[in-house]
């Protein structure tokens, strides 16, 4: 019973540098979300999609793209990464909107850093 | 636009002691849903409780109650009783009921010592 998985957990950059997390769910899921944590700021979403083949921009977008090629999967990309966007990142799934519960389910999360 | 303040930033108790985390939310939707997440030591979350807004009654479950005042617009998480497994941080967050997506707002968290 796997629910949300990240890959990686850790990864460390270098500015400028891209690299792409993978989140996978099995809970047949339609919605997913894409949020980054940083100390004292909560989580502020990042991208998010309603099913599979698209993608909309969430609080806070700008540097990263995410594509939704499979229901299961959703992908986070940085092209050019900035020390700016050292966080840790968090993908969840939700029900929504079936069955109006709403909350989230999330993976381990992600440690990225960029020196 | 929603939002949600958690105005404890850190809470510190002593084991067996009685805590209360607040939490405050702005909304103009009518309909919708409040939650609370913990955040162990270990970095997952964890859903914990949701509340529907047209439901206030108020719930129980074991060392955790919850108090949800549609008047003040707040949704209070009481641990009774608290133990050192209790130290997380914990986010409360809002969630509207329309077509946003299920895209919901969180607090900045309140992050809970219980020392032994």
């Known amino acids: 019973n796997a629910g949300v998985t990240q890959t990686p957990k850790f990864r460390v950059l270098k500015t400028g540098q891209s690299m792409t997390l993978l989140c996978a769910q099995d809970m047949n899921h339609e919605y997913m979300y894409w949020y980054r944590q940083d100390p004292g700021m909560g989580l502020r979403l990042i991208h998010y999609?309603?099913?599979?083949?698209?993608?909309a921009k969430g609080e806070v977008p700008d540097g990263y793209n995410v594509s939704r090629l499979k229901k299961q999967n959703f992908l986070l990309g940085l092209e050019s990464a900035a020390p700016s966007q050292t966080s840790v990142y968090f993908c969840?799934?939700?029900?929504?909107?079936?069955?109006?519960?709403?909350?989230?389910?999330f993976g381990e999360g992600s440690r990225l850093t960029v020196l | 636009a929603q939002k949600v303040t958690q105005a404890q930033t850190e809470i510190s108790v002593v084991e067996k002691e009685d805590v209360t985390l607040d939490c405050v939310y702005e909304t103009r939707d009518t309909t919708y849903y409040l939650f609370w997440y913990k955040q162990p030591p270990s970095g997952e979350l964890v859903f914990l409780i949701r509340r529907n807004s047209f439901d206030e009654q108020n719930e129980i479950s074991g060392r955790y109650s919850w108090n949800f005042q549609k008047s003040t617009s707040s949704f209070n998480f009481t641990i009774t009783a608290s133990q050192v497994v209790d130290s997380a941080v914990y986010f409360c967050?809002?969630?509207?009921?329309?077509?946003?997506?299920?895209?919901?707002?969180f607090g900045d968290g309140t992050t809970l010592t219980v020392k032994p």
């Open positions: 999609s309603v099913g599979e083949g698209t993608t």
């Open positions: 967050a809002l969630l509207p009921d329309n077509t946003n997506a299920g895209k919901s707002t």
């Open positions: 969840a799934s939700s029900y929504w909107p079936r069955g109006n519960t709403g909350e989230l389910f």
